[in-house]
């Protein structure tokens, strides 16, 4: 009889000590995981928070270059000055960065095809009404440009033939 509750025993803290472990392990995952979350929420450094205009100083975002336009180009994002810019400006960058618009060049079709595909795939809103507008923003200044290479072939030459 006292063999068979000695290896009782040694089971039950066998089955603990195994509980134990794993609820050890359980916390050490929670604390990782936490841990990772917490770091990529504060790398992306602080969340923008709303300002407002005070219409007897000088507006805190023209201060900072928001709204201000430089050889036709806005200082915040890049993007050119043009109708339809601040619904592309608004309806764009409140996703991504105005680089991906900047670094880009389609048809006016084009930019059609790759506002359906973020619609389709990333979440993006139907743009209603806007959309022809921003869409001809785009085709406007973000266009296909012609191949800049090698220059133009000679036209109107005689050519003669060099002897030695």
């Known amino acids: 009889m006292k063999d068979h509750s000695t290896k009782s025993s040694q089971d039950q803290r066998h089955l603990y000590k195994g509980i134990i472990r794993g609820v050890i392990a359980l916390i050490f995952l929670i604390l990782i995981i936490t841990g990772g979350i917490l770091y990529l929420t504060l790398s992306n450094g602080p969340t923008p928070t709303l300002q407002t205009i005070d219409t007897n100083n000088?507006?805190?975002?023209?201060?900072?270059?928001?709204?201000?336009?430089?050889?036709?180009?806005?200082?915040?994002s890049g993007l050119v000055e043009g109708d339809g810019f601040e619904l592309v400006k608004a309806n764009c960058?409140?996703?991504h960065s105005s680089a991906l618009i900047l670094q880009n060049r389609f048809?006016?079709?084009?930019?059609?095809?790759?506002?359906?595909?973020?619609?389709?795939?990333?979440?993006?809103?139907?743009?209603?009404?806007n959309e022809s507008m921003i869409l001809d923003y785009l085709a406007a200044n973000y266009a296909p440009e012609a191949y800049v290479g090698r220059r133009a072939p000679l036209k109107d030459i005689e050519w003669y033939e060099l002897k030695e």
């Not at 048809?107 to 009404?129: C, F, H, P, S, Y």
Request: include cysteine; charged fraction near 25%.
């Open 107 to 129: 048809t006016r079709e084009g930019w059609k095809v790759k506002i359906e595909w973020m619609q389709a795939t990333q979440g993006l809103w139907d743009l209603g009404n």
């Open 58 to 76: 000088e507006s805190p975002i023209l201060a900072s270059g928001i709204g201000q336009f430089v050889e036709g180009k806005d200082v915040e």
């Open 93 to 95: 960058t409140s996703c």
